[in-house]
């Protein structure tokens, strides 16, 4: 799934010439970050949505609808921006553990493949996201 919240910025002081910056979902309580500068703090804010909505979906808790940015109250130098998070693309990079399946092919076709040292493995993986159009 794709969603978007906004999120605010709030620069921290800091004692050195980093400009530090605390993220947080104002409609997912619980959900913030923190980054060094704001590129930083805007890669920090995408991973910690996308973990944090993914987290949600797996525990089938609902999904708030998004605050709009108007309705959002800042202070001082505050801001707040969009950050997009998509879930699907989380989920497949974080669930990357391997899952055993068995399979059936004609006995031939397995005595080629074998004598070709094909890895049955790979090949299952490739063509599976050619079907499903993930490649």
């Not at 959900?31 to 987290?55: F, I, N, R, V």
């Not at 059936?104 to 040292?117: K, S, V």
Request: charged share 25%; with cysteine; aromatic share 10%.
């Amino acid at each position: 799934m794709k969603y978007v919240f906004t999120a605010l910025f709030v620069p921290e002081p800091s004692e050195t010439n980093k400009k530090l910056l605390s993220v947080y979902f104002p409609d997912l309580p619980g959900c913030h970050t923190c980054g060094d500068d704001l590129g930083d703090a805007l890669y920090m804010a995408k991973d910690a949505l996308s973990m944090w909505l993914y987290m949600m979906e797996r525990e089938n808790k609902p999904i708030p609808a998004a605050t709009p940015p108007k309705d959002i109250k800042i202070n001082g130098d505050e801001f707040i921006t969009a950050i997009a998070a998509d879930t699907d693309d989380y989920r497949r990079f974080r669930e990357n553990k391997a899952t055993k399946k068995s399979l059936t092919i004609p006995t031939w076709l397995n005595e080629q493949a074998e004598a070709a040292n094909i890895n049955f493995s790979q090949t299952l993986q490739k063509a599976l996201k050619e079907e499903l159009q993930l490649v």
